[in-house]
């Protein structure tokens, strides 16, 4: 059984929106921090948000403030990504992750990775 299901990717153009969904399990829902990630053709996997358990505490990396919102539905702990003003460059397979801590910048620390959804933006 997957711990973590990933939704919501798609192909759109250059400042449209759109909105990512991770359900994790019911164990990782209630203990896990839950973060997104993105790899993009040809580089390094990154951080680009992450929300703790309670939904209270949120991180972004730099170049997505202002553009993107990370929030945990109360109920089901789905964590939603909106994404809005996208440009060609966010084009990525966005993964969510859960980690047993706030320190996103360590990808090591990930305890579980979804298998990530591919999200194309045109110009």
């Known amino acids: 059984q997957a711990q973590l299901e990933e939704s919501g990717g798609g192909l759109v153009q250059a400042g449209d929106s759109l909105r990512l969904s991770c359900v994790p399990s019911?164990?990782?829902?209630?203990?896990?921090?839950i973060g997104w990630f993105r790899q993009g053709p040809g580089k390094e996997r990154e951080f680009v948000a992450g929300?703790?358990?309670?939904?209270?505490?949120?991180s972004y990396a730099e170049f997505v403030k202002g553009r993107f919102t990370i929030s945990r539905e109360a109920a089901k702990k789905t964590v939603y990504l909106q994404m809005n003003e996208v440009k060609p460059e966010d084009t990525a397979v966005y993964y969510c992750?859960?980690?047993?801590?706030?320190?996103?910048?360590?990808?090591?620390?990930?305890?579980?990775w979804g298998q990530g959804t591919q999200v194309t933006v045109s110009s």
């Open positions: 992750a859960a980690n047993p801590t706030q320190h996103w910048n360590r990808q090591s620390l990930i305890r579980y």
């Open positions: 019911r164990l990782l829902s209630s203990i896990y921090n």
């Open positions: 929300i703790d358990w309670s939904g209270d505490s949120v």
